[in-house]
């Protein structure tokens, strides 16, 4: 998965390191409790790859990519001989003023294309396949919106990891070998106060965030009375490492309703890593300095899942038909 040219990959299957696109649908669906029901998904799960080819090549430039991520319950159930070491449901978070919600999710489908209406055909064709094994228990279609501004009217995605901090930063190494490749996924969908946000002096959204507006420049904060956005998502372990991951977060909404969203997704070798960061957030660093972004956005989803590679998957899924 490591050292692939991007642009040599229009299309593909469970490639976390696909091109970040300008539309997408993040599809999460629970599967239903009867065997047929899991033998219906494992077979449509391990036609995926097949899928993305026959949607994608109708239009190469639309490079359309397909990740699959599998919770912890679907998982077991599927897979009870063994599960990648840090798999485990979304926790709950409690801050004084915040709390993340952990809700539903067996499958989360991340799709991705140039095109909306590419990535539209294949949630049509996918949820048709898997028929009446899923409820869908949440869909969002995002788009990039001008120069990959959150609806806050921030650059958001520049502290990605790129070239070889990718695949170290996002994708699962030696220490747990057998789950290699894979990758942690963790989803919130968060809906904006954008009223809110537009009385708040660009001056101070700037202090929030930890970057200027229009620019993007990073701000040096540490000596802040309040930790950024930015600084609070910054980790580092005892001897100074850093651990980053990879996010594609985009924007949704509808005008008309007053839906103004991120949907936040996130990709991570690590899952501890992104909990830290989900705990800075909603606690504080000291505690109680928690992160003020929260003030204009409420999440209204959390849920956790694993990535397999392509092979990993498919291994899987044949063993689950057996
Ligand atoms: C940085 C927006 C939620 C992790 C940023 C930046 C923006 C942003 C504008 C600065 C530019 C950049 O480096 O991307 C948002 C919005 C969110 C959200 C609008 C939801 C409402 C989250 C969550 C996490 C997270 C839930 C982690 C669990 C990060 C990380 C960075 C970052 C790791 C980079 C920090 C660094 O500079 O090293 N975010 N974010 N974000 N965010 Fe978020």
Not at 192 to 217: C, M, S, V, Y
Not at 236 to 245: C, F, K, Q, S, V
Not at 286 to 295: E, F, I, K, S, V
């Amino acid at each position: 998965m490591s050292g692939k040219n991007w642009d040599r990959v229009p299309i593909d299957a469970q490639s976390v390191d696909a091109p970040l696109s300008t539309a997408a649908v993040f599809l999460v669906v629970t599967v239903a409790r009867e065997q047929a029901a899991l033998a219906k998904v494992a077979a449509v799960l391990g036609g995926l790859d097949d899928l993305v080819k026959t949607v994608g090549f109708r239009d190469l430039g639309g490079r359309l990519s397909c990740i699959a991520g599998i919770g912890r319950d679907l998982w077991d159930r599927l897979h009870p001989d063994s599960r990648p070491k840090e798999l485990k449901p979304f926790a709950p978070i409690k801050g004084a003023v915040h709390a993340a919600p952990s809700t539903q999710g067996d499958l989360l489908f991340h799709i991705r294309s140039e095109r909306p209406d590419m990535c539209f055909e294949f949630e049509r064709i996918l949820l048709d396949s898997l028929g009446a094994a899923v409820t869908v228990i949440d869909e969002v279609s995002g788009f990039r919106y001008f120069d990959a501004r959150d609806l806050l009217g921030f650059v958001d995605g520049t502290a990605n990891p790129t070239g070889l901090d990718l695949p170290a930063s996002a994708l699962v190494g030696d220490e747990d070998a057998g789950f290699a490749g894979g990758s942690y996924v963790v989803v919130q969908k968060y809906l904006h106060d954008l009223a809110a946000w537009a009385k708040t002096p660009t001056h101070l959204q700037e202090e929030i965030i930890g970057r200027t507006k229009i620019d993007n420049i990073e701000i040096d904060d540490d000596d802040a009375p309040r930790k950024s956005h930015k600084s609070l998502n910054t980790i580092t372990d005892a001897d100074g490492n850093e651990y980053d991951i990879l996010r594609d977060n985009m924007p949704f909404g509808r005008p008309g309703k007053q839906e103004f969203g991120t949907y936040f997704i996130g990709y991570s070798r690590y899952l501890w890593v992104i909990e830290k960061m989900l705990q800075r957030m909603y606690i504080g660093d000291p505690p109680g300095a928690y992160d003020r972004l929260l003030d204009f956005s409420t999440p209204h989803t959390g849920t956790t899942f694993f990535a397999p590679t392509r092979p990993m998957l498919q291994a899987i899924v044949e063993a689950a038909q057996k």
